[in-house]
């Protein structure tokens, strides 16, 4: 066993579930890094029109990348689960055949996703001063869609086994680099848009391969080529995981999509000031991803080693853990964010003005909802844990309605500034299934934990 694996069936669930979420979240704060920088060094360097450009092509990628992460997060869940039983031929069999389905999605997300990106452009209504940045910097990220897959299968299966190490050394590797390439390609190069689109890729493939370096040399995975062919049951199995993983984050991009053809309507300067604030929705969401990877793992471990007192132990520390980090980054946010958000946006006083005042606007009002994402994030992942991702996919259902109902209804209420309180609607319809579901399938679990 790697010394950087952790079994996650004894010992208190809060250190063990910190102790995962920790180097987790440090490694989503790197990530997040490099994604602020992006922005910054494209808003600064080539303007608000490159800024809305990247904004009106954000979730576009966050479809294709929720697709990718979906997949392969599903899959793991059942690598955790062995992994706890302590069953290490059918976790190679379960990698192998990961790796296999892996490389055949990738294959046909690439096709799709770059067959579709000029229609969904047009069908988002995107203005015609940044359509051709847009485009181009779609087709050089959905071009690294293999890069993609390969680094979040690598990074979801070492966190399936208690790693979190390797996942933010990769990631903190990976940060530095994008930075210093966004730096060449962007503002020294002149490359434009599309030079940061490369930068992300380059610094993909980079933590891919030191994640992959790793696992190669941990006993338990050495897979052969007998574990590439997978059963037919076990591709159903891995699939039954993963596709409905891939559906919930698939329907909440299309919600994200359906807001931002709105926002693309209201001009260039609040298309800027939207993605400004977008651009921290990934620092408010680093903690709360950070627990729900750890909870995925935990849970898992202890449902395959048949521990449940243990996870309803698990899920306690968790919530009050996660409350209590979500109340400190919003008192951080709403002291700091007007700060932050101007930092990227460059434009004439007038229009720096009007976006720092739209993208604050914005920041404040995820800010103060900030405890209903945590727990979104915790009873989501808990639930897929426990080997659930239907009614996890059924939640994200939920926020496609509320999110876009709350879209196309509030701006006629409260002005153009009523979309940023869909996105609270989408949060609080998501957790409203995912909680009653949560507590449903911890009671049906019923039996008690042997293990303290």
Same mark, same amino acid.
Not at 293 to 309: D, F, I, R
């Given at each position: 066993?790697?010394?950087?694996?952790? *079994?996650?069936?004894?010992?208190?669930?809060?250190?063990?579930?910190?102790? =995962?979420?920790?180097?987790?979240?440090?490694?989503?704060?790197?990530? /997040?890094?490099?994604?602020?920088?992006?922005?910054?060094?494209?808003?600064?360097?080539?303007?608000?029109?490159?800024?809305?450009?990247? $904004?009106?092509?954000?979730? @576009?990628?966050?479809? +294709?990348? %929720?697709?990718?992460?979906?997949?392969?997060?599903?899959?793991?869940?059942?690598?955790?689960?062995?992994?706890?039983?302590?069953?290490?031929?059918?976790? &190679?069999?379960?990698? $192998?055949?990961?790796?296999?389905?892996?490389?055949?999605?990738?294959?046909?997300?690439?096709?799709?996703?770059?067959?579709?990106?000029?229609?969904?452009?047009?069908?988002?209504?995107?203005?015609?001063?940044?359509?051709?940045?847009?485009?181009?910097?779609?087709?050089?990220?959905?071009? %690294?869609?293999?890069?993609?897959?390969?680094?979040?299968?690598?990074?979801?299966?070492?966190?399936?086994?208690?790693?979190?190490?390797?996942?933010?050394?990769?990631? !903190?590797? #990976?940060?530095?680099?994008?930075? =210093?390439?966004?730096?060449?390609?962007?503002?020294?190069?002149?490359?434009?848009?599309?030079?940061?689109?490369?930068?992300?890729?380059?610094?993909?493939?980079?933590?891919?391969?030191?994640?992959?370096?790793?696992?190669?040399?941990?006993?338990?995975?050495?897979?052969?080529?007998?574990?590439?062919?997978?059963?037919?049951?076990?591709?159903?199995?891995?699939?039954?995981?993963?596709?409905?993983?891939?559906?919930?984050?698939?329907?909440?991009? !299309?919600?994200?999509?359906?807001? /931002?053809?709105? !926002?693309?309507?209201?001009?260039?300067?609040?298309?800027?000031?939207?993605?400004?604030?977008?651009?921290?929705? $990934? +620092?408010?969401?680093?903690?709360?991803?950070?627990?729900?990877?750890?909870? !995925?793992?935990?849970?898992?471990?202890?449902? $395959?080693?048949?521990?449940?007192?243990?996870?309803?132990?698990?899920?306690?520390?968790?919530?009050?853990? #996660?409350?209590?980090?979500?109340? *400190?980054?919003?008192?951080?946010?709403? @002291?700091?964010?007007?700060?932050?958000?101007?930092?990227?946006? &460059?434009?004439?006083?007038?229009?720096?003005?009007?976006?720092?005042?739209? #993208?604050?606007?914005? =920041?404040?009002?995820?800010?103060?909802?900030?405890?209903?994402?945590?727990?979104?994030?915790?009873?989501?992942?808990?639930?897929?844990?426990?080997?659930?991702?239907?009614?996890?996919?059924?939640?994200? +259902?939920?926020?496609?309605?509320?999110?876009? %109902? %709350?879209?196309?209804? @509030?701006?006629? =209420?409260?002005?153009?500034?009523? +979309?940023?309180?869909?996105?609270?609607? #989408?949060?609080?319809?998501?957790?409203?299934?995912?909680?009653?579901?949560?507590?449903?399938?911890?009671?049906?679990?019923?039996?008690?934990?042997?293990?303290?």
């Amino acid at each position: 066993m790697s010394e950087n694996t952790q *079994v996650m069936t004894s010992g208190k669930p809060w250190k063990l579930i910190l102790g =995962l979420a920790l180097p987790l979240m440090f490694g989503n704060i790197f990530q /997040q890094l490099y994604t602020v920088v992006d922005t910054l060094i494209v808003g600064r360097v080539l303007g608000v029109h490159a800024l809305a450009a990247l $904004g009106a092509s954000d979730w @576009l990628n966050w479809m +294709i990348l %929720g697709l990718v992460t979906g997949i392969t997060q599903g899959f793991c869940i059942l690598a955790a689960q062995k992994f706890g039983a302590g069953k290490t031929e059918e976790l &190679k069999e379960t990698v $192998g055949a990961s790796v296999t389905l892996s490389v055949i999605s990738a294959v046909i997300i690439e096709v799709a996703s770059q067959a579709l990106i000029i229609p969904l452009l047009h069908l988002l209504d995107t203005p015609e001063d940044i359509l051709p940045m847009a485009l181009f910097y779609l087709r050089i990220l959905f071009a %690294g869609i293999p890069v993609v897959m390969a680094y979040n299968l690598l990074a979801s299966l070492l966190r399936a086994l208690g790693d979190g190490r390797t996942p933010l050394y990769a990631m !903190v590797a #990976a940060s530095v680099l994008n930075i =210093l390439l966004d730096i060449l390609f962007v503002a020294g190069l002149d490359l434009g848009v599309g030079g940061a689109a490369v930068a992300t890729l380059i610094a993909q493939a980079v933590a891919a391969l030191y994640c992959l370096h790793v696992i190669l040399r941990m006993e338990m995975l050495h897979i052969r080529p007998k574990h590439l062919r997978p059963c037919r049951k076990l591709v159903w199995q891995l699939f039954s995981l993963g596709t409905p993983m891939a559906a919930q984050n698939t329907v909440i991009a !299309v919600g994200g999509l359906v807001i /931002q053809s709105i !926002v693309n309507g209201y001009g260039v300067v609040f298309i800027a000031g939207y993605t400004a604030a977008n651009k921290l929705y $990934g +620092i408010l969401e680093i903690a709360a991803t950070s627990y729900g990877y750890a909870m !995925v793992t935990y849970v898992g471990q202890n449902l $395959g080693a048949g521990l449940k007192e243990r996870i309803r132990m698990g899920v306690r520390h968790a919530v009050g853990i #996660a409350l209590a980090t979500s109340v *400190v980054i919003a008192v951080t946010m709403l @002291l700091t964010g007007r700060v932050l958000v101007g930092s990227f946006i &460059k434009g004439t006083p007038q229009e720096t003005a009007a976006a720092t005042d739209i #993208a604050y606007h914005y =920041l404040a009002v995820m800010s103060v909802f900030l405890p209903i994402l945590y727990l979104l994030h915790l009873y989501r992942s808990s639930l897929q844990g426990m080997g659930d991702t239907v009614l996890p996919m059924v939640s994200g +259902i939920a926020e496609f309605v509320m999110r876009t %109902g %709350g879209a196309l209804t @509030l701006p006629r =209420l409260l002005g153009r500034e009523g +979309i940023f309180y869909a996105e609270v609607l #989408a949060w609080v319809g998501a957790d409203l299934i995912l909680i009653t579901a949560y507590y449903i399938r911890v009671h049906r679990l019923g039996g008690h934990s042997q293990k303290p």
